[in-house]
């Protein structure tokens, strides 16, 4: 049974950090495109960041989150660094077709349950 499992989400100030990571078991995703994404409240999921051959960013996460992989660990990483409040949503992590580094949430066959990151003015 495939799995992912997001972790390291919480509650944090504006101008703080995080580092979440998901844990993948039941295959190993070393060639295929991981993904993070974003969902807030009454807001439709959206792209984050993704790593395959290279790492792409939202705009709006550029410069203050990183995404990196261990392959030994099947594991995927998000340091998210000079959080804002609008940061605030549930974070998932997902295991893409080894097609590209795709920012559509429909290329993505696996997906973790989420990990809430909360960011306080």
């Known amino acids: 049974q495939v799995q992912l499992v997001e972790s390291g989400g919480g509650l944090v100030q504006a101008g703080g950090s995080l580092r979440l990571s998901c844990a993948a078991s039941?295959?190993?995703?070393?060639?295929?495109?991981m993904g993070w994404f974003r969902q807030a409240p009454g807001k439709e999921r959206e792209f984050v960041a993704v790593?395959?051959?290279?790492?792409f960013y939202a705009d709006s996460v550029k410069g203050r989150f990183t995404v990196s992989r261990d392959n030994t660990k099947n594991t995927v990483y998000l340091v998210m660094n000079n959080l804002k409040p609008e940061d605030t949503a549930v974070y998932y992590c997902?295991?893409?077709?080894?097609?590209?580094?795709?920012?559509?949430?429909?290329?993505?066959?696996?997906w973790g349950q989420g990990t809430q990151v909360t960011v306080s003015s």
């Open positions: 790593i395959w051959s290279s790492t």
């Open positions: 039941g295959r190993t995703f070393s060639s295929s495109p």
């Open positions: 997902a295991a893409g077709r080894p097609l590209g580094a795709s920012r559509l949430p429909s290329e993505y066959d696996y």
